[in-house]
């Protein structure tokens, strides 16, 4: 199978199928040594063997074509013109005047997929690491991991950094590098001992001529494995001179201290202090990656085996700071056999839990934080403190609300009453959270309005995250969002790329309080690649379950369950249980829209196991009150509905309370149903959250037409048809259209934007299309599948073609190619 492959398969496909139809097509598969045009033209071939005889189709495929002389088949082309001839040619150069289909590399998702096809069963994190150590490159997968030793499929030994000796690709490579000159390779040597040696300063260097700096660019990959084989590979001497090349080049700093102590002789313990001393300046300006550069350097200096342990878990945190947790864990295995001190194990358990925490089972993360934490107390309070905070936050992302307690509880006791603002915030927002999730609001509110007030004040990103999701269990939306905002602001101005998947995750949630569908559809969108390129995947199953709860709320049901389903192994495997929660409420809505509302009650009746998450377990009520009103089980309903009014009141937020009266309106009957309906209107038109006044108004008209009142009810389902339109909610569109007709008044098409091109051609698209389709607009336009759309926004293929119809007939179009000189 080839994986990743969906666009060049169709572009051959397209070849095939002209000279089926008897009319001649060519096609360049153009890519590296290693991306996969081989396989592409074994694909072709057995493609065209499936043909029957009575077609005719003669296939020419030509491998290696860089290395030929192509003129005598490009002379002979315009000749095969209608006769029933595909001619499929793979080459690493482009073939002037022919269609090109590019072979990119892989990406790490597709890379992963390869990887479990080769050894099924493959542990997550090597497979993550040897994907992110391949670079795409098809051949390099398959042959790092045919090269995994027993000890590094078992984790005892970081996998390998480099191609094996044996391989074809480091043969490739072994065999350019020789094949450059003296000086070209001189250049080349420079740039692999020190990664921020580019052209331009090459070009600076006076023993080097032009020739030989453009002699050494063809080599200069900027991808860790091929620069890692390349040095690997060059002579000693080679490697020496650029050291002293550069050392003699570079100003006073710590590139040039690295490159004069490689050339020193003796213990070289004072070159790593004066490392060590700018790895903790670059920790300062937010430079992470110099830091942990210079920390990793420092420690390959060290003479004492426990002095190079502390500066490989700084470099190992700094790495996992700057997104890079394969990086981290590398470091952290070299470091874990150098000491046996207290400390150092507590600062690896820090580490390997920040680690954890994004991308292992969270409860563990838990467990090895607040271990972490205990040792650093006396020690390091403000890291302490930290380290607990994080472990409270892995304990809400397994949904173990016990461990979160537990965790809690300790925090209350360490909590001074001349406690600094920061560790108090991060203390606080523990102790209120659980609080909250036991459901003590009297005792969690000010508290957590405490932290608010404390996030506003504090300019870290840290600060800000844990007071943006304070202020969202508040019901301050406005609030909310602002912090988290200002959070992902303050972590990406920081350096510190680990923490905005993070951040995102409750600008999200934020922006949906309200309605804002657009802004956290963007949110989740932006969190699931800041996730995906961090390394973050419990991240990712995190902004795809918000992604399929957006969908599920909106009615999407296809759309909701592929977005659950393409979460659900990472949430089963690891205990996710606040994205498993999300998860289940995004079901539980696909469940009431498909008119099952036992399967509803059935689905949300897990929140009292351990794994639920109970705040969004409590978010979810309203539902499941819809559910067990229209299933028939009213003291299942009370029971949810007094948690959740309980939740309203404590926190005035009056969204929530909106919701509140709506739920009331569901359990009530006569004018006290109706008082409730009217107030819950009220509060919506107050709190700004339109889809959510549109579901009220329709669960309102259905009341009064039952109760004849028809000349109401169709007023307020006017206005609901028209809210719902406008989230593309259709199948609530449609319920409301069905009551509408029940109402009596036909409805042939419930009035929106009629079909037509927008004023001003594509200017106007932002009016004309709904978000989600000015995404599958803009992904169709740069040429990518109906498969590719689907995989990149995480929704069935099915979807993509409904959408892509609906964007033709608002656009007033036929085919992508007008679609193109639409957007153009």
């Known amino acids: 199978m080839l994986r990743g492959r969906e666009r060049q398969r169709v572009a051959v496909d397209a070849v095939l199928d002209r000279a089926r139809s008897g009319r001649a097509g060519v096609l360049v598969l153009r890519g590296e040594a290693g991306s996969g045009k081989t396989s592409l033209l074994r694909a072709a071939r057995r493609a065209a063997a499936d043909f029957t005889p009575a077609s005719r189709l003669a296939l020419l495929c030509v491998d290696d074509a860089h290395r030929l002389d192509l003129g005598w088949l490009l002379d002979a082309l315009p000749e095969l013109e209608g006769e029933p001839v595909a001619v499929l040619i793979a080459s690493e150069e482009p073939v002037a005047g022919l269609p090109t289909a590019e072979v990119e590399p892989l990406d790490h998702a597709a890379s992963v997929r390869v990887l479990r096809d080769l050894v099924p069963g493959l542990p997550t994190e090597l497979a993550d690491d040897v994907a992110r150590t391949a670079g795409g490159n098809p051949l390099a997968l398959v042959e790092l991991v045919g090269s995994l030793t027993s000890a590094q499929l078992g984790g005892a030994e970081p996998p390998p950094a480099v191609l094996p000796p044996g391989g074809s690709l480091r043969a490739r490579l072994r ?3 020789h094949a450059l000159t003296p000086g070209a390779r001189r250049a080349l040597a420079m740039a692999l001992v020190d990664d921020e040696v580019d052209v331009d300063a090459l070009v600076r260097v006076p023993a080097l001529e032009v020739a030989d700096v453009q002699g050494a660019t063809a080599l200069m990959d900027p991808r860790p494995v091929v620069r890692a084989t390349l040095l690997a590979d060059l002579p000693l001497a080679d490697r020496c001179a650029a050291h002293v090349a550069l050392a003699e080049a570079l100003p006073e700093g710590p590139r040039r201290t690295w490159h004069e102590a490689v ?10 202090d004066r490392l060590a001393a700018a790895a903790a300046a670059a920790r300062t300006r937010g430079d992470f990656a110099s830091a942990a550069r210079d920390h990793g350097r420092a420690a390959a200096l060290t003479t004492a085996p426990g002095a190079r342990a502390r500066r490989l878990l700084s470099a190992a945190a700094d790495h996992w700071r700057r997104g890079l947790p394969h990086r981290s864990r590398a470091v952290l295995r070299e ?10 194990r507590a600062l690896a358990d820090l580490v390997r839990g920040g680690v954890e925490l994004g991308a292992g089972p969270p409860d563990v993360a838990a467990r090895r934080l607040v271990r972490a934490a205990g040792e650093l107390l006396g020690r390091d309070r403000d890291l302490a403190v930290t380290a607990l905070g994080f472990a409270g936050e892995a304990a809400a992302v397994a949904g173990d609300h016990a461990l979160h307690a537990d965790t809690a509880r300790l925090a209350a006791t360490w909590r001074r009453t001349d406690e600094p603002p920061g560790s108090r915030l991060a203390l606080d927002h523990l102790i209120g959270t659980a609080a909250s999730y036991a459901g003590r609001h009297d005792e969690a509110v000010p508290v957590l309005r405490s932290v608010v007030d404390l996030a506003e004040r504090l300019p870290n990103a840290t600060a800000k995250i844990w007071g943006g999701h304070a202020a969202y269990v508040l019901g301050d939306a406005g609030r909310a969002h602002a912090l988290a905002d200002r959070g992902v602001g303050a972590a990406r101005e920081n350096g510190l790329v ?3 998947p993070w951040a995102l995750a409750y600008r999200a949630l934020a922006a949906l309080m309200v309605d804002g569908h657009e802004a956290a559809l963007t949110a989740a969108f932006e969190g699931v690649h800041a996730a995906t390129a961090a390394g973050q995947h419990n991240a990712v199953a995190d902004h795809l379950m918000i992604l399929a709860l957006l969908a599920a709320l909106r009615g999407d049901a296809d759309t909701a369950l592929h977005r659950v389903d393409t979460a659900a192994d990472q949430v089963r495997r690891l205990g996710l249980g606040r994205s498993g929660t999300v998860g289940a409420w995004a079901s539980t809505c696909v469940d009431l829209v498909r008119d099952r509302p036992a399967d509803a009650l059935r689905r949300m009746r897990g929140a009292t196991v351990r794994g639920v998450h ?3 377990a409590a978010m979810a009520s309203p539902d499941i009150v819809e559910a067990a009103v229209r299933g028939g089980e009213p003291d299942t309903a009370d029971r949810a ?21 709506r739920c009331r309106a569901l359990v009530s009957a006569g004018p ?5 309906f009217s107030e819950a209107v009220r509060l919506h038109h107050a709190a700004g959250t339109p889809l959510e006044l549109a579901k009220t108004e329709l669960f309102y008209a259905n009341r009064l037409r039952r109760g004849r009142k028809p000349r109401r009810a169709r007023e307020l389902l006017h206005d609901a048809v028209q809210h719902f339109e406008h989230y593309e909610a259709d199948h609530w569109a449609e319920r409301a259209r069905a009551e509408l007709r029940a109402a009596g008044e036909p409805v042939e098409q419930a009035a929106g934007r009629a079909p037509g091109r927008a004023p001003g051609g594509a200017s106007g698209l932002t009016a004309e299309l709904t978000p989600q389709q000015r995404q599958i607009a803009r992904l169709v336009a740069e040429g990518a599948t109906n498969r590719e759309v689907a995989a990149r926004l995480f929704l069935s293929r099915r979807t993509v073609e409904h959408h892509l119809r609906n964007i033709f007939t608002r656009l007033d179009i036929r085919s992508r190619v007008e679609l193109v000189r639409f957007l153009g």
């Open 614 to 616: 109970a705040g969004i």
């Open 263 to 272: 050339l020193a002789a003796g213990a070289r313990d004072d070159h790593a």
């Open 498 to 500: 680990a923490l905005v």
């Open 335 to 344: 470091a874990a056999p150098l000491s046996d001190h207290p400390e150092v």
């Open 641 to 661: 509905l007094h948690r959740y009014e309980a939740w309203a009141r404590s926190t005035g937020a009056t969204s929530r309370l909106a919701v509140s009266h």
């Open 175 to 177: 065999a350019r590098l």
């Open 672 to 676: 006290e149903a109706e008082e409730h």
